[in-house]
């Protein structure tokens, strides 16, 4: 019922009515981490179901063409059980429940860098991040250092920890300004998180409607 409500209301914006959302249509792949259970992800078309149980890894897919320069994003995410807040600029305890990823390569090197590995567009020093979690102890909207991708990457967490439904628009270019000082360049990436073995938690939560324009 409260995954219906939220999308009656996003229906009700025109940009919704005509805009493709970014299927979970089995293209996106596990990332795990060397010595780390991996989470449980079930894509379903529209929406996306994770499970993580004191594990960690990320989802990960190329953007689509068709959004490479888009500049603001739409979704919801669902939490029914998450993770104790945690303070996200610190290494080894930055447990969180959901964390959205979209990485930036300049414009000259977006091709070649098309069909690189995940690692490599992860670890490329050209290749910005933006990163919106829900989880944490921080203030909404506040730019916290990534203890792992820092300088290239930051977090922005949009909702603390806790239950139930939100949708959200988040300005691509506009958070990407403010945090490099620059226009973002060609949109290469997106990755979809959830950490919990830090504390040892249990997150049952899911994502979907993803929409980039």
Known sequence: MRVIAVLVVLLLTPEWASANPVKFDGSWQDQSFLFRSANEYIQEGNRLKILSDDSVSVLWRSAPPDVRHARQASWYWSVEQGVTPTDLSLKGG???????????????????????????????????????????????????????LEPRGVLIPLRKTGNGTFAELVDLDADFRRVFGMPPGVLLGLGISADSDDTDGLIEAELGDLVIE
């Not at 930036?104 to 020093?125: I, W």
């Open 94 to 148: 930055d447990d969180r429940n959901i964390a959205l990823y979209f990485l930036f390569a300049p414009r000259e090197l977006a091709e070649d860098l098309e069909n690189a590995s995940p690692d490599r567009v992860f670890q490329h020093e050209a290749v910005r991040i933006l990163v919106y979690v829900r989880g944490g102890n921080h203030e909404p909207g506040t730019i916290v250092s990534s203890p792992y």
